[in-house]
Structures are given as C-alpha cells and as structure tokens.
C-alpha cells in the first residue's frame, strides 16, 4: 500500500487550505497517482478523469476557503448513490445508468466544497455485510487482504482506512455503514432514518435505507453530517430534526446498557476487546447496566426471515423480472423468493414488531446508548465464499435491528486483535440521540489513541484531550454576529439551538462602514471592511461547536457570508461579513455604532 503524504483529516486540510499551504487541485492529483499506483483489490469502480473533475476544482479556485466548510476536502462515493455524469452500476453492470442530477446529500457536500474523487465497489443492491458480493470482485480488508472488508459499503470504507479519502458515503439499511467500520478502523455514523435524504440512492428497503458516513475519527465524520442533515422536502422519508436534538450530550455522567449474554460465536478475541471496551467507557464516567438483549436479536431476524426482503424484490423488481440472470447467484438466491411473499404476513410481521420495540422502547428509556459489538466476529474471504448466507447473516447480530426499530447508531474503533485486525463497538439510542451518541463515542475513541484508519497515523494532539479520561469539550469555531443573532434578537435561537455559547460582548476595529440592506422588512445589516477610516460595531463573539457550522452556513442568505473580522483588541474572528456590492443603495448607519442601536428607530421592529 502507497503511504499518504499527508493526513486527510478535514482539521488538518482546512487548516493547510486556509494557509494557503496546499491546493486542491495538488492534493487531488497526490490522491490519483497513489489510486493508480495499484492499491491492490477492487476498491473504486469508477475515479473521476480529468474531465470529470475540472468542474469543482475551477470553482474552488474562484472561492475563498473560509467561505465553505468542506473547501477542498475530497470524498468517495459508493455506487449505488449518484453522483451526475458517473455511471451508477449498485455493482450490476446491466443495471447501469448515468444519472443527470446528483443524490441530495451529495449535491449538499458539493456545495459546501467537497471534491467527489470516485465511486465505490459495494455487495450487489446493497445485499450483504461481507464484500465480497460483487462481479467486479471481493474488496479486501485494508489490514489484511485475506479478510473480508465488511459490506456492503466495503469500497467506501477501505478507501478512507488507506487515506485516499477524507471521508466516504455508504448506505446503512441492515449494518452496512457499520461492519465495515469496523474491519476498517473507521468511525461509522448510522444516522436516525430520515435525517440524510435518500433521494437519488438505489433502494435497497426504501422504508429503512440510511445514508452513512465512514470517516478517520467522529470530529471528521460530524463536520460532514452538520452539512449532509439538510431536511429533503422532495424525499417522502425525510425527517428534519427536532431543534431540541443539536444540543443533545450528557455531561461527564452517563449510563449505557451492555447485553447480559454476549453472541461472539466463540471468538474470544472479540469478547475480550468489547470487556476492554466496556471497563473504558466506565473509567469515562458511564455506569454500565446489563440488559436483555432479547427483543433486540428477535427484531435482527426480522430483517431477513420476515417480510421486509420483499422490499428489495419491489426495489428493483422491473429489472429482476426482465433479466433475472444479470444478478450473482448469492444475490438472487437472496431476493428472488420475496416474489411470493404474502400481505397477510407483512402485517403479521408488523404486529411482531411494534410489539418488540415496545419493550426496547422501555430498556432504552432509562439509558443514555447502548453498547455493543458492531460484529461478533470476523472472517476471512475463503471462509465467506464457501458459506455466503450463514456466515453474512451472523455478521448482522448487532446491526440488523436498528432501522427497524428507528434507532441511531455510530461504530467506533475500539482496539486491535493478536492478529492485527481492528475490532469495534457500536454505541446506538434512540431515533435523533445522534449528537449524544456522537459525543460518548468521540471520547471513546480518542481515550484509547488508536490509529487512525491503515493510514498509521494517529489522532492530531489537538485532539486528543480526552486519552487522559477527563471529559472531552466539542472543537469549536468562534463566530462574531453583528444583527439579529446578536442575544436576545430574532435569530440568535439559530445560534443557541446548535450549542452556541456567548464568550463576549465585543467591537470591531474602527475599520468598518455598516448597512441596513435595502429591502424588508424584514431588515439585514452589511459589515464592509472599508478601504479608508471606517468605525468600530458593537458585535458579539459567539463559541459554536465545530460541527454545527456547515448547517449555521447554510442557512446565510447572499450578499452576507462568513469571513474573517478584526476586532478592536487587534484579533480576528470568524464572522458576518457583506459582499462590497451591496453597499449600494443600502442605508449607512455606521454612526449608530450596532444593530440594536438601528433596531431602535425602526417602528415595527421587523429587523433580521
């Protein structure tokens, strides 16, 4: 395997960005030529050419990277999602179409500056947890080829763990955002059904598919679901988030719930890694509670003994229909037979079911996650390929109840086998607890100072304020409001709902000229940086986590955007800034010295 020359972490990249000590177009070209210096098995399907690529790096070269949370920050794909322009095959060849729009999520990371490098190799139609379910071949584990990677999102995953992407999208319906996490080394977020659109993905089970994230640490892979969360109203699935959710995090006491009897089909390794794991996670502050972990595993055999594969036959029924002999053998055997599935026993299944959660409902209730393993064991591809259903199924004792049971999920590394393979735990809680789960589990894993990925690298020591098993503080981003963010006002909820904390009231340098923008009400105001004299606005600085700016980013509207304001100590924050442009026509009221001061001579208040 050809070494990175750099870590991919998105920290370390914005920083070098913003510095001005990398460019994406060089950073892209570093990633192709180790791609084409022979990564060994089949991981990418398809890396984007020349071409295909110009496109966002010439509008990255007309932007500012401050402006755009993911400037630069290069991404795969797998390929049962579209990418426009980029033949998506779900690794079916005959199933192949070029789309002419992009999936939401990836038009969402487009935005925001992400570079998509390529697609992905996956199991057929998003079917299995191994692999190793594909004609284009089985994508080896990035620590030991002779092992599975995990599927279905097995591309996804290995091409982040041997740094040729920062952080890569997989899908999620019965564990595939999570295995092969952790076979990989990854982290591994299974957000709540509905919070990342599914619009412009293959279905697998429309009623339960995820988009996921595979990233190096849980820092990476939130500063990626803050700019992927965007409520879809297109997509009929879609959830928005409840407000209440974005600052959801116990503080340095929690409780999490551990399975009274384990299932490792007897890989002691595994057992051993997840009582390492547990002891870890109670030396962080959590007091373990045994529990029943019954209702959960009948709820997994649901997923593929009961009604539900019947989705999959509906998903792609049309083409399994026309050319039945275009899917694998494995894939088919798989699907097919839901032809003949019975109405009667879906709503029987249903019944099953809501009674099932009820009880998980009551066992979750008392607890802040719930803590097991992402697989019981793991195996090697020759032991796959002459066993194929029942080894895949037990791959999914701790993934395959989730969707239907509306849980949220992250895998997180947790330790390294004699025989040098990664293990990893999941952490999962209740439909929108992602930001609680996200939080335990980022303490988790920078506790043990594991390595990040196959790249060899470890945590940045900025990041690692939590190995010494002190609580762990979100990174943050200091952002500097100047209308009506500002305490007390009309927007400042947008600020506060995210986990926004005031540091201090402030004023810029005496540098700037301020507008009430034309229009309104409601009324917007422009910071401008003026060229000569100017005066100093009253502003407040305002702490923000890290993660909840793309979203705050968002929702700005133009001519304002993020920018960099001097303030009157001589720092410079993060802040509001306008576009020179619309000073024109725009009503100066620099001489106020703030926007309550403006506030107060409009009648009807309407100001934003």
């Known amino acids: 395997m050809t070494k990175q020359t750099m870590t991919l972490s998105i920290r370390h990249l914005r920083g070098r960005y913003l510095a001005g000590e990398v460019l994406p177009r060089d950073l892209i070209d570093d990633i192709r030529k180790r791609i084409g210096a022979g990564v060994p098995g089949p991981i990418w399907l398809h890396v984007l050419s020349d071409a295909e690529l110009e496109p966002y790096l010439a509008r990255l070269e007309a932007s500012d990277p401050a402006a755009l949370p993911l400037y630069g920050i290069p991404f795969a794909i797998k390929d049962n999602i579209d990418l426009a322009g980029v033949p998506t095959t779900a690794a079916c060849p005959r199933f192949a179409y070029v789309p002419e729009r992009s999936a939401h999520v990836v038009e969402r990371l487009i935005a925001a500056g992400a570079i998509p490098i390529g697609k992905t190799n996956l199991d057929q139609f998003a079917t299995g947890l191994v692999g190793t379910r594909s004609p284009f071949g089985a994508t080896p584990n990035a620590f030991d080829p002779a092992f599975i990677a995990g599927g279905s999102s097995s591309g996804s995953a290995v091409a982040v763990a041997q740094g040729l992407a920062s952080f890569s999208l997989g899908t999620d319906t019965a564990g595939s955002g999570r295995v ?3 076979f990989n080394n990854l982290v591994g977020i299974k957000p709540t059904r509905g919070l990342l659109s599914t ?9 339960l598919d995820c988009v996921s994230i595979f990233a190096l640490g849980v820092a990476d ?8 969360a965007d409520f879809d109203a297109d997509d009929p699935y879609a959830r928005p988030a409840p407000a209440s959710s974005a600052g959801q995090a116990p503080d340095g006491r929690f409780r999490f719930g551990v399975p009274r009897e384990l299932e490792c089909f007897g890989d002691e390794a595994s057992a051993r890694l997840f009582a390492d794991t547990a002891a870890r996670l109670r030396a962080l502050g959590g007091t373990p509670v045994e529990i029943d972990f019954t209702p959960f595993a009948e709820a997994a055999r649901l997923l593929y003994e009961g009604p539900w594969v019947a989705e999959r036959y509906a998903a792609i029924q049309d083409f399994i229909e026309a050319e039945p002999d275009a899917l694998l ?8 037979p839901a032809k003949e599935a019975r109405a009667v026993d879906a709503f029987k299944a249903q019944y099953r079911l809501a009674a099932l959660r009820r009880r998980c409902d009551a066992i979750l209730a008392d607890l802040d996650c719930v803590l097991t393993p992402t697989a019981p064991t793991i195996y090697r591809i020759a032991e796959v390929e002459a066993e194929p259903i029942a080894l895949n199924s037990r791959l999914g004792t701790y993934t395959n109840f989730m969707n239907l049971l509306d849980l949220a999920a992250v895998a997180v590394p947790a330790g390294f086998r004699a025989d040098g393979l990664p293990f990893g735990v999941t952490l999962f809680g209740a439909a929108f607890s992602d930001a609680k789960l996200a939080r335990i589990a980022d303490r988790l894993h920078r506790a043990q100072g594991l390595t990040l990925g196959a790249t060899g690298r470890r945590a940045e020591p900025a990041l690692d304020q939590a190995a010494s098993g002190e609580d762990a503080r979100p990174q943050t981003l200091n952002i500097v409001v100047c209308g009506a963010h500002l305490s007390g006002l009309a927007l400042n909820h947008q600020l506060t709902e995210r986990g926004g904390r005031l540091v201090r009231a402030a004023r810029t340098a005496p540098r700037y000229r301020f507008y009430a923008l034309p229009g309104g009400p409601p009324h917007r105001p422009g910071l401008i940086r003026a060229p000569d004299g100017g005066s100093a606005i009253q502003v407040e600085v305002w702490s923000l986590p890290i993660e909840q700016v793309g ?26 800034i306008c576009e020179g442009f619309a000073a024109e026509g725009a009503r100066d009221i620099s001489a106020l010295g703030g926007w309550r001061a403006f506030c107060a001579t409009i009648a009807d208040g309407a100001v934003a």
């Open 180 to 182: 092969p996490a952790a």
């Open 199 to 207: 619009a412009g993905v293959v279905p697998a089970c429309r009623t």
């Open 221 to 228: 892979a939130q500063a990626v679901m803050a700019v992927a």
């Open 329 to 336: 053998d494995v894939t088919r055997q798989i699907i097919a």
């Open 551 to 576: 979203s705050f980013l968002a929702g700005i509207p133009a001519p304002l955007g993020l920018g960099r304001v001097e303030l009157d100590d001589g720092s410079w924050e993060t802040g509001f």
